[in-house]
């Protein structure tokens, strides 16, 4: 509710909110963006993930929105960041569609992220747990790729794809041995798992890398 949601901005003090919007949520992204700029209407919002991604005039449009990230975010919020630190300008950061005024400022895409291993582990400490719906079947739901080599049509893939000025390689995986890290590492913070879900869209498409995945799964998870 609304006095939840303002109890945390206040507890946090952010300079900067960030939404993961997939099109479903929009509707409650909308109301969310509401209330921060109502709290606050200089606290800074930033919008990402599929939605941004295949509708980013849209979703930066939004009323209440002031930016919406075109591509992979890790590198540009990152540098929203660390601009927004160093009281520096951020309205050039690649993969960023900043709104200043009536005007839309369309900075490029920059190039996916290969190898994933460059990535860190996830922070599995971030959120609580234990209020995860997953949590009650003792489920751990991971992703260790990203990207589909086909076209469906009732998939986004495809349009994502297009964003890239280097959509080679789209697919891709961190190594088996880092799967292995990221594995052993979650089931460190919670023994309690029982199961282990991979959402990724196409797990063990590369037959070289499944057989051996599968080898060290067997052996170390």
């Not at 190039?111 to 209020?131: M, V």
């Not at 003792?138 to 589909?148: D, E, H, P, Y």
């Not at 994502?160 to 697919?171: G, K, L, Q, S």
Request: net charge positive; glycine share 4%; charged share 30%.
């Amino acid at each position: 509710n609304k006095l939840d949601f303002e109890t945390k901005i206040k507890e946090e003090e952010p300079q900067a909110v960030a939404f993961t919007v997939r099109t479903s949520a929009v509707p409650y992204v909308q109301q969310y963006l509401k209330w921060i700029k109502e709290i606050d209407s200089s606290l800074l919002t930033v919008l990402g993930g599929v939605h941004a991604i295949i509708a980013p005039q849209e979703t930066v449009e939004m009323e209440g929105a002031d930016i919406s990230c075109v591509g992979e975010g890790e590198g540009p919020l990152a540098d929203l960041c660390q601009a927004l630190e160093k009281k520096r300008p951020y309205d050039k950061i690649p993969n960023l569609w900043v709104k200043k005024g009536k005007r839309i400022i369309k900075n490029p895409p920059r190039k996916l992220i290969y190898p994933l291993d460059d990535l860190p582990l996830p922070d599995f400490e971030l959120f609580d747990f234990s209020k995860l719906v997953a949590t009650q079947t003792k489920t751990a739901v991971v992703i260790i790729s990203r990207g589909c080599p086909y076209r469906c049509g009732y998939c986004c893939n495809h349009k994502i794809r297009e964003v890239y000025p280097d959509p080679e390689p789209y697919t891709r995986f961190r190594s088996p041995q880092n799967v292995m890290l990221y594995l052993k590492e979650l089931r460190r913070l919670y023994p309690w798992i029982s199961y282990i879900r991979f959402i990724d869209n196409v797990l063990g498409i590369e037959r070289g890398w499944l057989e051996e995945f599968c080898r060290l799964y067997k052996k170390e998870v």
